[in-house]
């Protein structure tokens, strides 16, 4: 018998099927909810739900938000007007103001800076309606004046 030359022939190589990442429904709608509430922006599909995703205004009686929107919350930048009047143009996570914003108060009194869990927290400053000014460092909504934390909203 002889030898033939060349190699042995190898078995192909495997190869895994990736599959496909799910299509997620999404888009651009306006809609009119039973309480009278209504959202006009982008959304997508979750679970068979339509959420908020994207950017998108959220009108909710006298009250109203235009921001960002991550699975139905509000999630990055937005403007938030409150039933009182009062106004904030800023970050949010999870529907709370958390990070960097700006809340105009009902009697002109204006809070420019740090936030977290809906409260004054971190570097700002508070300027009253008569203009007098806070500015430092503020913790769980209290101004810290180096000697003590002082209560400067009562609410």
Request: no cysteine; net charge negative.
């Amino acid at each position: 018998m002889s030898k033939g030359k060349g190699k042995a022939s190898e078995p192909p190589p495997v190869v895994e099927a990736v599959p496909e990442p799910p299509i997620i429904p999404q888009g651009t709608g306006e809609f009119l909810l039973p309480d009278g509430s209504s959202y006009s922006g982008d959304w997508k599909e979750f679970d068979g739900l339509k959420v908020r995703d994207g950017f998108g205004t959220m009108k909710v009686g006298p009250e109203s938000y235009r921001g960002q929107w991550v699975n139905d919350k509000m999630n990055g930048e937005g403007e938030y007007t409150f039933a009182s009047g009062g106004k904030y143009k800023g970050y949010f996570k999870n529907n709370i103001l958390e990070g960097e914003g700006e809340y105009v108060f009902p009697d002109g009194a204006i809070y420019s800076g740090s936030w977290l869990n809906n409260k004054m927290h971190g570097k700002g400053v508070y300027t009253d309606k008569d203009k007098i000014e806070f500015k430092g460092l503020f913790v769980n909504g209290m101004f810290d004046s180096g000697k003590s934390y002082v209560s400067i909203r009562n609410s």
